[in-house]
């Protein structure tokens, strides 16, 4: 196999909260020791529910915050290592499209400027043709150069987020659930695009999202994370769910079906403090498959068979559950 | 039929961004009013609940009929005895639905007082007796909570409950869990559902969310650009799709086992009320457009077995 492009070893990353008068500063644990290697040209998806951590690992996974222990080697090199300059080089290589489009984009910025300054960040100007290029490859009409974000669709300002990104011909991109603030319809576009981009240019992907149904849409693999932690690592996007949450995860997805609708009997409780974890698994609480032990004692990421899982009463394959 | 919306047309200065909208919804059913952006779901929620003149505009045409009564008639004293004691309305953002200064208790027990002439205590009493119906866990603690040490789910409840605490007839519910994570937004869901079938509560659900949809509405209206695409009973709608706007709103949602390269987006976007297209306003988005949806308007018409399309090249089905 090829040498794969990022490999995250044991990544931890703490916050502090608070902290003021007659307040006791708080500590929480976003990632908790989260070890993940994507293969040039793949795609991997990493879902969970809002403060699973999965914002923070991409930061951390393009060095825009330093972990507070743990290793990102990309393509080999320790990012920790570099220094200032260097980092700079290897930050041509790596981008990330945001979620919303209509805040990630200057006000005052017109299209040509905003797809500029990826370059002028590093004291260049865009090669001739480039912007023009970079606009056809988006699919947005090359006169729309001069236009301000306030100006386009929702859709269309997404598209420039993209074009910025692929500005210097990146190898990995991290889409931060650069979906989750349009319309179906154009959430729909947006992802055939992504898909033409990263065939006609090998790009790598790194895809965050909260949509399960769309990530299996999507990726080739899936990272499921609860709380900081890796549950499950699903090897292909159809592969059968093993860990209770993931279980959950695929209930709480509403077919447009009216045929199959669910008699949910989902999970109850909702997500604890991340300040105020709980000893043992995390998702005990909400575990309709939790027992004491799950209680007492953290279980481990196993992986007998590419499927790694997190759970020490894992569904079985072909069980209903 | 306890809230018929007939032929509505609402007009904000000058321009009319919604016009001859008819739908029904009745005692124990679930109303879905489905859309993207931009096609007049939160303004017809506006309409029916009276707020229109806080955004400047007003009905210009038709009627909201709610349990026999012409609201559009009403003036806005006598709308007051509606709003909040028979017609609810739970927003979309439970963050800024709520007042952050006041505990969540009070918010809740102030609508049983106002809208019922309870005593604080009686208030007090109903308040803890509702948010244990809505599944709060220790509901007399939360009652002494301020919303900022809430979660969102949770928050979400209080505005439920505060919708409910004036024992309405119809609850107007504008994307209640967007904000929500997944596993959170199909409880709320459910909850909905259960509460309006068993108070016999009549809800108008406005969403843009075709699984939500699929998974609790009895009745679906589809919108697109302030007019009524089509408007069925669920199953029937979704099993087979009539306007062509409405399939390809389904074939938007990812599905499990869908080959790569299958989810298709609809082209374009939808027009600003200002540059409605002539004719068929999904006209230049529609795969099936003939020359004459560029000119002619189709006519909302009843179909034979239930609802209604306004359609000139409908798919496979019942037409007329």
Request: aromatic fraction near 4%; charge should be neutral; hydrophobic fraction near 40%.
């Amino acid at each position: 196999m090829a040498e794969p492009l990022i490999v995250a070893r044991q990544l931890v990353r703490q916050f502090r909260s608070g902290g003021g008068f007659l307040a006791r500063p708080a500590t929480m644990l976003a990632v908790r020791g989260v070890s993940l290697t994507v293969a040039r040209g793949e795609v991997v998806g990493i879902v969970g529910e809002s403060g699973c951590g999965k914002s923070t690992l991409a930061r951390l996974i393009l060095r825009l915050i330093a972990p507070t222990s743990g290793q990102v080697l990309f393509d080999g090199i320790d990012l920790g290592r570099l220094g200032k300059r260097e980092m700079r080089q290897v930050r041509k290589r790596m981008t990330m499209v945001f979620q919303d489009p209509y805040s990630s984009l200057d006000p005052r910025y017109t299209l040509s400027d905003v797809l500029s300054e990826p370059f002028a960040v590093h004291g260049e100007a865009p090669p001739p043709g480039r912007i023009a290029a970079l606009l056809d490859q988006v699919g947005l009409a090359r006169d729309m150069g001069g236009s301000y974000p306030h100006q386009l669709s929702g859709g269309q300002r997404q598209r420039a987020g993209i074009a910025r990104a692929l500005a210097r011909s990146p190898e990995l991109i991290v889409l931060d659930e650069p979906t989750a603030s349009l319309d179906v319809s154009i959430q729909a576009q947006v992802i055939d695009l992504l898909s033409s981009l990263r065939r006609d240019l090998g790009l790598t992907y790194l895809f965050i999202s909260h949509d399960l149904g769309l990530v299996r849409y999507f990726c080739d693999r899936i990272v499921v994370m609860y709380l900081g932690a890796v549950v499950e690592v699903m090897p292909a996007a159809g592969s059968m769910p093993r860990h209770p949450y993931t279980r959950a995860l695929i209930d709480s997805t509403f077919a447009p079906d009216p045929g199959k609708r669910r008699k949910l009997e989902a999970l109850t409780g909702e997500i604890p403090s991340a300040f105020n974890l709980p000893p043992g698994c995390a998702f005990a609480a909400r575990c309709p498959r939790a027992s004491e032990r799950c209680r007492r004692e953290a279980p481990d990421l196993q992986s007998p068979d590419g499927h790694a899982v997190a759970c020490f009463h894992p569904i079985e394959e072909g069980a209903s559950a | 039929m306890l809230l018929s919306v007939e032929d509505l047309s609402v007009h904000i200065g000058v321009i009319n961004p919604l016009s001859d909208l008819s739908f029904g919804v009745d005692r124990g059913q679930i109303l879905g009013l489905v859309g993207e952006s931009g096609s007049g779901k939160s303004l017809t929620a506006m309409a029916v609940m009276g707020l229109l003149p806080l955004i400047g505009g007003r009905i210009s045409a038709g009627r909201i009929l709610f349990d026999g009564t012409d609201l559009a008639k009403l003036p806005e004293a006598a709308l007051r005895g509606y709003r909040g004691r028979r017609i609810a309305l739970v927003t979309q953002n439970p963050m800024t639905a709520l007042d952050p200064v006041v505990r969540v208790g009070r918010q809740v027990d102030v609508m049983g007082r106002m809208h019922l002439g309870l005593s604080a205590d009686e208030a007090r009493r109903r308040t803890i007796e509702l948010l244990t119906r809505l599944r709060i866990p220790e509901a007399q603690a939360v009652c002494e909570a301020y919303p900022h040490q809430l979660s969102g789910g949770m928050k979400q409840r209080i505005v439920i409950a505060i919708a409910l605490a004036g024992e309405p007839d119809l609850i107007v519910a504008d994307e209640p869990t967007t904000a929500l994570d997944v596993t959170v937004q199909a409880q709320i869901i459910h909850l909905l559902g259960e509460l309006v079938r068993d108070r016999g509560l009549g809800m108008l659900l406005i969403t843009h969310d075709m699984g939500v949809v699929a998974q609790v509405c009895d009745q679906v209206a589809v919108l697109y650009a302030g007019r009524l695409a089509e408007s069925r009973p669920a199953e029937a709608l979704f099993e087979h799709p009539l306007h062509p706007y409405t399939s390809a709103l389904i074939g938007c949602i990812p599905r499990d086992g869908m080959a790569p390269g299958s989810l298709h987006g609809i082209a374009g976007a939808v027009p600003s009320v200002a540059r409605y297209p002539a004719g068929c306003r999904f006209h230049p988005r529609c795969p099936r457009a003939g020359e004459i949806c560029a000119r002619q308007t189709p006519e909302l018409t009843e179909l034979t077995g239930a609802g209604r399309l306004a359609c000139h090249f409908p798919l496979e089905g019942t037409h007329g």
